[in-house]
């Protein structure tokens, strides 16, 4: 999920944080070495990765306590609240979450996009494959939605294209969302969108690009060097 969908999960974003907690030693001995929200927050990309003199903000993670709970379900999610939540905010049955806005800080940059890092850390590989696995169908399910942009008008969000992808030997899946707005007269944005999944772990980076054709620096790299990051924890 892009930028612009954030601010309408802050509620939710609350409410996830309720999540009963469990103690980091709860992880199993047998299983991957779990770290905390809090870590996996140090662990994300600094906005200098992104576009030199660019800052990091909307930065939210799941504490210094592994979680325990789930509140959404991808197969059963409708499509708005699929579209408002997935990516941007805790409580599809993780340990750990982390995630933050790269943005301009108000400097000209080479190039301008905003970009959304997210970190989902599951107890097991097999956890993370039922976060991961039913991504796909989801999108191709619920390929257009319609939400209140807060202004009186309507965001309108369409997944243009939809292709797996191999990210450094990882499953990855790419999309291009399109997004306009009723009270804005302005041509569509387009979010580069790639989830890939690595053991437990589960990455987004998306990117909308406002004065380029395409991500620069490019999804992939960002990905590794974000998984690199995350390994290091452990």
């Known amino acids: 999920m892009s930028f612009r969908a954030r601010a309408s999960a802050v509620v939710l974003t609350t409410a996830a944080a309720c999540l009963l907690l469990a103690p980091a030693a709860m992880a199993s001995s047998h299983g991957p070495v779990q770290v905390t929200g809090k870590q996996l927050k140090g662990a ?15 930065e939210a993670d799941s504490g210094s306590k592994l979680e325990h709970g789930r509140l959404f379900n991808v197969s059963s999610m409708s499509c708005a609240r699929f579209w408002t939540v997935a990516g941007s905010t805790q409580g599809f049955g993780e340990t750990a979450f982390a995630t ?39 999108y191709r399910s619920c390929r257009s939605v319609s939400l209140p942009d807060g202004a009186g008008g309507t965001v309108r969000l369409t997944v243009h294209s939809e292709s797996k992808q191999r990210v450094g030997g ?11 707005d009723s009270t804005i007269n302005i041509s569509s944005l387009s979010t580069d969108v790639l989830w890939t999944i690595d053991g437990a772990d589960v990455y987004l980076i998306d990117t909308t690009v406002l004065d380029n054709t395409s991500p620069k620096p490019t999804q992939a790299s960002l990905t590794l060097k974000l998984i690199a990051r995350v390994s290091a924890l452990r």
């Open 170 to 180: 990882h499953q990855a899946l790419r999309l291009v969302e399109y997004a306009s």
């Open 44 to 58: 994300l990309l600094p906005a200098s990765d992104f576009v030199a003199g660019y800052v990091a903000s909307n």
């Open 100 to 138: 933050d806005l790269v943005d301009s800080d108000g400097h000209v940059a080479s190039v301008y996009e905003v970009f959304d890092q997210t970190v989902y850390q599951f107890a097991s590989t097999r956890a993370a494959a039922s976060f991961y696995g039913p991504l796909n169908a989801k």
